[in-house]
């Protein structure tokens, strides 16, 4: 069996309907539903998720992280992936432009390296990361998509300047009203029982893994 185009990278937690939303608003858009896999980590305590996941779904359980341990989960999808492209996917957010696997394809023929699905409530880079499409490449090289919570703001910083960032004309609604209509707050919460008031600053740690997977990553362009 050929690998596929894509793998669709989606963790969630306890919000099933609007995860099951979005499941079908990939399958329902997508031109070739083998040009995908979606990979969706889930909870050890989540059987709700569970039970719910389509067949089609490959699924990752483990144990809960919460929402500052995101990067762990989207690590642990990649790991298991087998396409060549990876996709940072939300289970809140709603795939709005047909065709968008073809759209992938093409740009894939003409040798990019790095993709953006703009969402409709975020500007676009470099001031809002929205939902990064990259290279496989990109993780084999670092072993690991990104050492910190806010995924697609930290592989943004990471490939700054090295890979040019192509536009797909691909568009996603993230639905963070979705989350409080299904009383899923915690996850605006850090999903911690508080707020998250780390913004988007970085640690020294963060920051240092930053320059690491930078200078890997130049190392491979030259």
Not at 89 to 104: E, H, K
Not at 142 to 167: F, M, Q
Request: aromatic share 8%.
């Amino acid at each position: 069996m050929n690998a596929p185009l894509i793998s669709v990278l989606m963790p969630t937690r306890g919000h099933v309907l609007v995860m099951l939303e979005s499941i079908q608003s990939l399958r329902s858009t997508c031109s070739d539903p083998s040009s995908y896999e979606l990979l969706v980590r889930c909870d050890f305590d989540d059987p709700e998720t569970q039970a719910a996941l389509p067949d089609n779904v490959i699924a990752l359980c483990g144990p809960r992280v919460g929402y500052r341990g995101l990067h762990t989960m989207y690590n642990e999808l990649a790991a298991r992936a087998c396409g060549e492209w990876l996709f940072v996917w939300n289970s809140d957010a709603v795939m709005l432009t047909r065709g968008w696997d073809q759209r992938v394809q093409q740009c894939s023929d003409a040798g990019a390296k790095r993709l953006h699905v703009q969402s409709t409530c975020d500007p676009p880079p470099p001031y809002g990361s929205s939902f990064p499409i990259l290279r496989r490449s990109f993780y084999e090289v670092l072993g690991h998509l990104s050492a910190w919570s806010h995924v697609d703001t930290y592989i943004e910083r990471v490939l700054e300047g090295l890979w040019p960032v192509v536009s797909t004309g691909i568009y996603a609604e993230h639905r963070f009203q979705a989350l409080i209509e299904a009383g899923d707050v915690a996850t605006l919460e850090a999903r911690e029982g508080r707020p998250d008031t780390s913004g988007h600053g970085y640690s020294h740690e963060v920051q240092s893994q930053i320059a690491i997977d930078r200078a890997k990553l130049k190392l491979e362009i030259t």
